[in-house]
């Protein structure tokens, strides 16, 4: 112990030693901070004080509530509640004006358009996309091109009642017959008929393709719904095929793909999730970007 | 040896004066490491009792105090009418409503490269006055120096100048002594509260938060920092004072790194100086024909000093250069009757020429000076320029980033754009919105709008910004490219002042 200072110091490191020793090695005496130590203890304090005043520990089939009854669940309501107050006026004023009021007033239209955004990416997006540019089978909303009507009306009714949802209500009836698949038609009619409906909005055919033919098949089976022109019918959500919009793709193989399986579309009603302000929000949202009807 | 230059300096310096610098340099010099001998990390702050004094720096030193504080207690009570609608003073912050006023300017959150532009400015001239003669910022005008000025002067009024305050602080607790304490810190609570009240009145209505404060009715924001800046004043000029500029501030480090020798500083003539002697000792030398120096080493230049240095060793970063270490050795150069300005702004290399026997040479206006006015005037211009040519309306685009394009059932294309109109004028205006650059794109505005020979017209609010989400559609792409380069103009129907911005119309990918 040559050098180990009488005193108990280490001299090499000037360090005073806590007398422990193992293995001729000694245990420098490096105590923690004093400021760290007692914020150590007061945080100990602090937590006791804790367990009183808040939840805290488990019991057998319920917890310990703490002085002052406080809960996340009543904390979360007080603030939605809160939110509501100070949404309250103008929420109000969309709640009692008629769709196209809110389009025409500048500041509800921009309180219903930022209202509605988090609405649509919460409940539309999954589908519609969160642009609402769509995907196959869910239509793009940003067009011009509308399945059961673009006016703000038809919107909203959609958007209440949803479309072939399960709604006394709602859009319908059903959806494309499945023509192959039943046995309606036979394959070479729905390849010709195929054809047809790709001719009619100007797209190219494949060369020797019978379109008379085509278009009797078409007038048979398919008028009915689409119309004589092809025009589509908006009571039955027929698309119009004569556009350069489609729902599903227009190439040959798509179109011989739903003659052949049938295509039924639906959308949920959303009356019963969504508050009837909401609804109109989302209407008018649906409307502004761009392919509302007047 | 290069790097050792420094700290030997700065040990030199201190050494006399006892500064807790020089024992931080002492502790770092190889003599002193030895191990077991450690002194501890911290060193404790020894009070400084800075001397009264008079003289032309000190005269300075009270006009610029009583300039600058009285600009800043007194400015937000100064109107100026801007007309209905619009706060009427002259400077205010106005938070919510993203406004800053100055007099005639209103800036808004969009022109913050103003702001960029003022810090420039005030960079430029903090380098300038560097170069001109050093530290004149931290000896005159930095808050820091003017608010320990305020708080040293309101301790000499209560607990009386350095020898009086000094012996009673020796001494023992007496009832007089703690009365004496107590007013000081009332005195200098008060100041620093208002100092802190006068903060908040750049960012309301200062008569009318100065009359809800009073009545207890202010928003709680208004008293918590109110607060925070009483703590702050009332620690960093009643208690921390020099400490800030030795161990806090960045300045005197930077300040260090850009000085250079022609640099005016507060210096100690050690030629006129040395050697030093009392005043009896040192006549008689002169009287026997020996070289004597002026000095008289009675130490007052220590005394007055607020951070505690001894000039007489040379330049150090404890010396804020205010220049109070003049006023006292002129006073007593007067007294023994020697000339004045023992202690001056100087140069090193001045002391060096006239031990040589040659004539000072000053160089204010030298290739560095000229640089620093020369950014001065030019980013001044720019600032002016821009502030005295610029429109009162603005215009934004966003591109719809989700579709960037929409297919139509015509096959026309179509792009959605979110358009903030900004219009600064007092009176509300009509803008025309159309776009340039894409041939046959017509222009829709959402909502129910005007128009004007076909083209949407958006109202805009007086003083206020207006978003509008606005369709161009368009047929054929005209270039083959994917981007067509679009510009927006917002036309003013009745004066025709315009605001454009650029942005693009996106086509399907061929």
């Known amino acids: 112990m040559a050098d180990q200072h009488p005193s108990g110091i280490d001299r090499l490191t000037g360090t005073a030693t806590t007398g422990h020793v193992w293995d001729g090695i000694r245990e420098l005496n490096n105590p923690l901070p004093r400021w760290w130590v007692w914020v150590f203890y007061a945080t100990i304090v602090w937590a006791v004080g804790y367990w009183v005043v808040y939840p805290a520990w488990p019991l057998v089939s319920s917890y310990s509530a703490g002085m002052f009854g406080w809960h996340s669940r009543t904390s979360i309501v007080t603030d939605l509640d809160d939110l509501q107050k100070l949404r309250g006026a103008m929420a109000g004023k969309i709640a009692a004006a008629p769709l196209q009021a809110i389009e025409n007033d500048p500041e509800m239209l921009a309180f219903a358009r930022a209202e509605a955004k988090p609405l649509f990416a919460e409940n539309c997006a999954p589908c519609h996309g969160t642009g609402a540019a769509g995907a196959k089978g869910f239509p793009n909303l940003n067009d011009d091109d509308w399945l059961w009507g673009g006016t703000l009306d038809d919107v909203a009714q959609t958007i209440r009642h949803g479309a072939r949802a399960a709604d006394s209500q709602t859009r319908g009836p059903g959806g494309m017959p499945a023509f192959g698949r039943d046995g309606i038609l036979k394959r070479d009619d729905i390849l010709t008929v195929a054809q047809f409906v790709r001719s009619l909005s100007g797209l190219p055919v494949e060369p020797g393709a019978d379109l008379a033919t085509g278009q009797k098949i078409f007038a048979d089976n398919c008028a009915v719904c689409h119309g004589p022109g092809g025009k589509g019918n908006r009571a039955l959500g027929a698309p119009n095929l004569t556009d350069a919009i489609w729902l599903y793709g227009s190439d040959a193989a798509t179109i011989v793909e739903g003659l052949w399986n049938g295509r039924n579309g639906q959308m949920p009603a959303w009356a019963s999730r969504l508050d009837d302000t909401a609804i109109k929000s989302l209407a008018v949202y649906v409307h502004t970007l761009g392919g509302g009807e007047k | 040896m290069q790097a050792a230059a420094p700290t030997r300096r700065l040990t030199d310096a201190c050494k006399d004066s006892g500064c807790s610098l020089y024992r931080i340099a002492e502790r770092a010099t190889p003599e002193n490491d030895d191990p077991g001998s450690e002194p501890p990390l911290y060193v404790a702050r020894e009070k400084i009792y800075p001397q009264r004094v008079r003289g032309t720096y000190r005269r300075a030193k009270w006009i610029i105090l009583f300039v600058t504080l009285g600009i800043y207690y007194a400015l937000p009570f100064v109107r100026w009418h801007r007309g209905a609608g619009a706060p009427g003073q002259a400077v205010l912050i106005d938070l919510p409503g993203r406004r800053f006023y100055f007099f005639f300017i209103e800036i808004w959150p969009q022109e913050v490269y103003y702001l960029t532009g003022l810090l420039i400015l005030a960079a430029m001239a903090l380098f300038l006055m560097n170069a001109v003669a050093g530290r004149v910022w931290c000896g005159y005008l930095c808050p820091q120096t003017v608010w320990t000025d305020l708080f040293q002067t309101i301790e000499r009024w209560t607990e009386g100048d350095r020898r009086e305050h000094e012996r009673r602080n020796a001494g023992p607790w007496t009832a007089e002594r703690v009365a004496r304490l107590g007013v000081k810190h009332v005195l200098w609570l008060m100041v620093a509260w208002w100092t802190g009240g006068a903060w908040v009145l750049y960012f309301a209505d200062a008569p009318t938060l100065v009359a809800s404060l009073a009545t207890f009715e202010a928003p709680l924001v208004a008293y918590a920092w109110i607060g925070i800046l009483t703590f702050t004043t009332y620690t960093l000029a009643g208690h921390m004072r020099e400490q800030v500029c030795l161990y806090m501030c960045p300045w005197p480090r930077i300040q260090a790194a850009l000085t250079d020798e022609w640099a005016l500083n507060v210096t100690y003539r050690y030629d006129r100086g040395e050697p030093r002697g009392s005043v009896k000792k040192n006549e008689a030398l002169r009287a026997r024909g020996i070289p004597a120096g002026d000095c008289i080493d009675c130490r007052q230049c220590v005394a007055v000093c607020p951070t505690g240095v001894d000039i007489r060793n040379g330049l150090s970063l404890g010396c804020i250069q205010c220049g109070l270490c003049i006023d006292a050795c002129d006073a007593v150069m007067a007294k023994i009757g020697r000339p004045p300005r023992l202690i001056a702004y100087d140069t090193d290399i001045n002391i060096k020429r006239r031990l040589d026997g040659l004539k ?71 803008f025309i919105l159309a776009v340039e650059g894409v041939p046959g794109a017509a222009v829709q505005v959402i909502g129910d709008n005007e128009s004007e020979a076909g083209e949407p017209v958006v109202a805009v609010g007086p003083d206020q910004t207006r978003e509008v989400r606005v369709l161009v559609t368009a047929r054929g792409n005209p270039t083959g490219s994917i981007n067509t380069p679009l510009t927006f103009r917002a036309a003013d129907t009745k004066s025709g002042e315009a605001a454009v911005a650029d942005d693009y119309f996106r086509w399907p990918a061929p």
């Open chain 2, 360 to 430: 000072p040479i000053y160089r204010i206006v030298r290739g560095r000076t000229a640089l620093y006015a020369a950014i001065i005037a030019a980013v001044g211009v720019i600032m002016l320029y821009t502030l005295a040519t610029r429109g009162h309306e603005g215009i934004n685009v966003i591109h719809d980033r989700n579709p960037l394009y929409v297919r139509l059932s015509n096959g026309d294309i179509r792009n959605a754009f979110s358009v903030h109109l900004l219009n600064k004028a007092l009176e509300e205006r009509r």
